[in-house]
């Protein structure tokens, strides 16, 4: 598996070559919701967020995600779905794109102390 790591250099280097492309290339495995997808699984929802700015339903990363290989796969099928069940308690509201507002994270936070930190 390592064997076949494409780094950023080389992403570019195929991009600019006019050779394979990267989408193309079987040995291409995407790691999506702590399972491995190929692209043709995984594309539709990296693709979701890109150009809608919003992730796909649950059940539908669900069915898309199903036969992908665990990344954790020296952990117990216990494990893995106590986590499951923590992250879908423990899930935010905010996404990515709530990074680049520029607002406090505390909405709580004094007026005076977010001055002092913008200071």
């Known amino acids: 598996f390592e064997a076949h790591f494409l780094t950023y250099p080389q992403f570019l280097e195929m991009l600019t070559s006019g ?3 990267v989408v193309n290339d079987s040995n291409l495995v995407i790691r999506v919701h702590e399972k491995y997808l190929s692209w043709e699984k995984a594309a539709p929802i990296l693709l979701s967020v890109m150009l809608f700015k919003q992730p796909l339903p649950s059940e539908v990363i669900a069915d898309i995600i199903k036969d992908g ?3 954790n796969i020296n952990i117990s099928a216990e494990d893995v779905t106590k986590n499951e069940e923590n992250d879908s308690t423990c899930r935010k509201t905010s996404s990515w794109f709530d990074w680049f ?3 406090p994270r505390d909405k709580g936070m004094k007026k005076e102390n977010y001055e002092v930190e913008q200071g």
């Open 19 to 21: 050779g394979a492309s």
């Open 69 to 71: 290989l665990n990344v």
């Open 101 to 103: 507002g520029g607002r």
